[in-house]
């Protein structure tokens, strides 16, 4: 963080107490001194200003004798943090307080639904959790929303998303129609997981890693040097569209021999029309029992993810690679193949092959993502 002015300094200092505070409480001034190498009087003037703000209590220890120690406490109960996943098919919203506690989930189905339209749903949603749970509006701290493709934050613009309601959209700009009071952040689903991964999950262990998520496109999220990496543009891990074979159907980004058109979920399925194997899983079923056109097609994109993979590493020399492992396509006997097929890219030094693990992405897993990358950048901008 580059710090140009006293401003700036002051909220930064503000921000290292509340993090020492929230990772390490119940914490005393003087501990808080100490960690920080901060003077005790900005610790004093700073920790004030939290507890006037409700963000941090004190109480007192117990004490052996003399004057019991204060100890200071986050304030994460009575404050929430809204999310918003937005997928093809589904949006699922979630409340959290600010002590990661899951409050409420629910599902809003899209069907023919045009956005407009689905951030009018979402705000009678919100109204109705409002009343259902007694919160007030200054309780709502920070909004997320993970979306589907590329977000394009100096235009507020939606490109390349495989939910067709959100292509060419300004979401930021429809949904501060109906919600005014407080900050929203928007991000892609990908750079939410990878955010996660880093953050939470392996605990800040690995400095450079990519998180891979397969489903009906393919997207990554790439963290370098302890960093997300978007790009110039915002464009950076669209490995779906990476070309990995000279010929073949035509993708929606107007190139040919897309990787996605070869390995996603959407690709593989389609290549079933007569459907005989209807879904994903019977094809993999089908594959695992030897079926031959089974067999042609996983086999076939196993070879050119790998291809793909193989690329990502050579380009960005990551530690660790997370497969989000959507529908299952890459466990067991495919996880062993794509291996195999890895094992036959090109590295200079084999201990430097980076780790490949599966992460189950379903469940609470996306809404626990989208809390954290919330939550970290709602503290910054205190
Ligand atoms: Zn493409």
Known sequence: MEIKNSKELKKYNRYIIL????????????????????????????VKELIEEDLVVESYTKS?????????????????IITLSFKETVISLAIFDLNFKLLHAEKINVKDNELTGLIEVIGDVLERLILEKKIKKKQILAMGISVPGIYKDNQDLIISSTAPYLNGQSLMKKIKNKVDFCPVFIQNDANIAVHYEWNYMLKKRYDNL??????????????????????????????GHMQVKSTGKRCICGGTGCLEMLSS???????????????????????????EKCKRVIDRAVKYFARALSSMVSFFDPEIIILGDFHNLYRGKIKDKLEE???????????????????????????SALYIYVFEHWKKEI
């Open 210 to 239: 990519i998180f891979i998520y397969i489903g009906d496109g393919i997207g990554s999220g790439i963290i370098i040097g302890n960093k997300l990496y978007s790009g110039s543009h915002g464009n950076a891990g669209e490995l």
């Open 64 to 80: 052996t004798g003399g004057r019991p120690p204060k100890i200071l406490s986050f304030k994460g109960y009575n404050k929430y």
């Open 341 to 367: 097929e890895m094992k036959k890219s090109h590295i200079f030094c084999v201990e430097d092959r980076p780790e490949l693990i599966l992460r189950n992405d379903r469940g609470d897993y996306q809404f």
């Open 265 to 291: 979920i959407k690709a593989i399925e389609n290549e079933f029309k007569e459907k005989v194997y209807f879904t994903i899983d019977e094809i993999i079923k089908g594959y695992l029992s030897g079926e």
């Open 19 to 46: 993090n020492q505070i929230i990772e390490r409480q119940p914490i005393s001034r003087t501990e808080l001194a100490e960690i920080l190498n901060v003077s005790h009087t900005t610790i004093s003037q700073l």
